[in-house]
């Protein structure tokens, strides 16, 4: 991978992120070799962060929401995306594929010298104190260097389940400019994430707790937790149910982490001060520093406040909307949101949003029907909200890892074994938490209903957070899914090109990513996906 180059680095986000006591404490690498520049834990501690910066960005969520069922284009639109992504046009020069591919990899490029440098410093250090925090270092980065393989093989593989199908170029080394790498196989990633993680964990189980992050700041970086249920969620994309379940029950059943209730559950996406142990495995902090309407995660829906004045250039979908509204209905308005049993349905949709329950016969259901996103710092009530465009404003952070995955995972692997109680009960333990009534279990009769029912309640609790396309890609055809579920109006007022696409079918190419022109101009070996 050309493009990998250490002085190349420097063209990677600089943002300040987690992973460092000091949040404001970067690693600028310029044209020194590592071996001039990395020499100590500090050294080490900068690159991690911005490694961490370059990890996480809120492209991955745009494109989700855009490219699938969740968005629909919002009144305030004035051109946004409803030529492109919203009608399914992807090409390896698109946005979403090149933002996904190049921020994994610049964050491999720098952490993989972490790795390549981490055990000749320790060796190096006499301090005990610092001989751990090196290891913590270590540990992470690891983690992170699973994470991204995880990532780059859910998005660009044709085949998550088949170990021979191409996932993308392994990179558990640092590569060189004169390389040109092709891509590897699932089996060679899943095996590289797996050993990444058995290693982390281990490296993080022997520090001792005054290297470890306190309390309060415990989300804002990876650790066991997180380790523990990213091979959950590695184990579920390869359909490996068995394992899936037990390393999500190791969660559940030891990290301490328990599901937001209504409360917790709004505070967790508004003002981030949810109680201690509540809901968040993971979450890649943003400091107000940071806040820049080109990077902003609800800076990607709208051009100002996540609210109806913010004008925003999305807005949910009415199919979305309609499965929020749990309980069906059909006098709602935006005032009557927050009052409504489940919790999601008043966090993803603003109290600022002008609800027509006539939608499907109002010639002006793009005015008249105004489903405003706010899940991303919103509020409670009134027009202040807690995120907002403002240099040095409150600033929301990308939710990496949330408890409630892996109760949505176990899920998962009851279907997969035909126990269909066991797969209601695991949806019903976050239902009940997130509903201020008692909400009646569902009742799975068949495998498809058991997938359908878990696929629709990932599509609720992680909505807007930038799962479902990897979730459709993997789970729709045990669910009987084969279409996007888009609501007829949510092509209201807009041109569609010649095939005129009322949705995507779920077998198309497109539900798999291609290489991105750039990665191929640089690179001219490696292999492009079918279709492209």
Known sequence: MKKLSFYLLILASMSLVSCDEDLTDIYAPGSQTEEIALQNFDDLNKLLNSSYANLFTREEIVFNAIFTDEASKGFANG???????????????????????????????RINRILAKADEILANTPDTTTQERIKRVKAEALMLRAF???????????????????????????????????????????????????????????????VLPSATDRTNYVGIAFAKGLKARAYSYKGDYVNAEIWADDVINTSGIVLAPRLEYKRVFWSENEAANTEVIFRNRRTPIQNNQ?????????????????????????????????????????????????????????????????YQNNADFLNSDRLVLHKHGGNESGNTTWAVATQNGNNNSIKVMRISEMYLIKAEARAAAGDFVGAANAVQAIRAVRNNITVPTPVYNTAQDAWKGVLDERRIEFAFEGYRYVDLRRLASLAGVTLLDRDPMDYDGLSLPGANPNNLPLN?????????????????????????
């Open 148 to 210: 991204a393989h995880l990532k780059v093989l859910s998005y660009f593989s044709t085949n998550m389940k088949d170990d021979n199908a191409l996932a993308g170029i392994l990179s558990d080394r640092v590569i060189l400019t004169s390389e040109t790498p092709v891509r590897s196989t699932n089996g060679a990633f899943y095996s590289l994430i797996h050993s990444d993680l058995d290693a982390a964990i281990t490296l993080y189980s022997s520090l001792s707790s005054s």
């Open 79 to 109: 051109g946004q995306g409803v030529n492109s992504e919203y009608v399914f046009f992807m090409f390896p020069s698109s946005t979403g594929p090149s933002s996904i591919w190049q921020s994994n990899y610049f964050a491999l490029a």
């Open 508 to 532: 198309s190419y497109k539900l798999t990513m291609p290489i991105p022109q750039s990665e191929i101009n640089g690179n001219g070996g490696i292999q492009q996906n079918p279709g492209y």
């Open 294 to 358: 080109a990077t902003n995660v609800h800076n990607g829906f709208g051009s100002l406040r996540p609210n109806a004045s913010g004008a925003p250039w999305y807005e949910v979908s009415r199919a979305l909307f309609n499965k929020l509204n749990t309980t069906g209905s059909t006098t709602l308005t935006g005032a009557q949101l927050s009052s409504q049993p489940d919790v999601r349905l008043h966090t993803v949709v603003s109290h600022t949003s002008t609800i027509d329950n006539n």
